[in-house]
């Protein structure tokens, strides 16, 4: 683990914790408010992605897929996320969403053999756990269904993001998954009622919330294993609950903010590990 990587995600972390609110004060329809969201933000991620690097590398695909099923799964988790927070209060749907990461170490350690050591499987179950008291035994209603899918996708979004940066530079595959999710979400203008209000709140979430943040996440994967980076996001959880608590008066309950606990546990347990192995290597060099 690199400290570049561990600030990187911090950030991301950080900023995405508000991320809610900004869908939530739009008052646009989630898919609609996906599209503005990443049609404002794919200038400046295009912008990063040739000056990093270069106009003919940006079009150099092969190999393709990883590309398109990321950015796919980055339209799709966004639009069931954002339908969640409509529909239930912040803290259900970020605590079950946070099944995502999850998901993406375990196809991470099946696809790509990423070793699963002992801390490493302690942090997965304190994180399921967590996400199971939080929703109270994953009660399944319209919410949390939504929610729930939000998190099957948001695992699958990982798992691509980790392929494609095997073979791309992470802000070339941030730039294509932004683009291709214009295209995902470009139908919902046409099937949903809607009336273009929020527009600074759209374009804060598009330049900030997505081109920023979308660049110190798949940036902090060229540093750090997609198992770190995935449990170390559940800081989220965190910065969501507060601000929902402090803006939107959604008082969690006493099973979420136990089931957050769970959550940041398993996020500072394998933050711990990496340190000291990192730690360790640089005694014995």
Do not use: C
Not at 49 to 55: C, E, N, P, Q, R
Not at 116 to 130: C, D, K, R
Not at 254 to 265: C, D, H, K, T
């Amino acid at each position: 683990m690199k400290v570049k990587g561990l600030l990187e995600m911090l950030g991301a972390t950080s900023i995405w914790g508000s991320v809610p609110l900004m869908g939530i004060w739009s008052g646009l329809p989630s898919g609609v408010f996906v599209f503005f969201r990443v049609l404002f933000a794919f200038p400046f991620v295009f912008y990063f992605a040739v000056k990093k690097d270069s106009l003919k590398s940006f079009f150099s695909l092969k190999p393709f897929w990883p590309l398109l099923l990321s950015g796919v799964m980055l339209g799709v988790n966004w639009i069931f996320f954002f339908w969640a927070v409509k529909v239930t209060d912040v803290a259900t749907v970020v605590t079950i969403y946070y099944a995502g990461p999850v998901i993406s170490i375990l196809l991470a350690a099946l696809f790509l053999k990423e070793k699963m050591n002992v801390f490493t499987v302690l942090s997965i179950f304190l994180a399921f756990a967590g996400v199971a008291v939080s929703s109270g035994g994953f009660n399944i209603d319209k919410g949390a269904l939504i929610a729930l899918l939000a998190a099957v996708s948001y695992g699958l979004l990982g798992f691509f993001s980790k392929v494609s940066t095997i073979h791309h530079k992470a802000v070339t595959v941030t730039a294509w998954q932004v683009l291709i999710s214009i295209f995902i979400t470009l139908p919902f203008l046409f099937l949903a009622d809607w009336h273009f209000t929020g527009f600074l709140v759209t374009l804060f979430a598009g330049v900030v919330h997505t081109a920023l943040a979308l660049f110190l996440w798949y940036d902090s994967l060229n540093y750090i294993k997609v198992s770190f980076a995935s449990i170390l996001q559940y800081l989220d959880i965190v910065f969501a609950v507060i601000l929902a608590y402090i803006f939107l008066s959604q008082v969690p309950t006493e099973r979420q903010i136990l089931g957050a606990v769970l959550i940041v546990s398993a996020g500072v347990l394998i933050s711990l590990k990496e340190v000291n192995v990192e730690v360790r290597k640089r005694k014995t060099a």
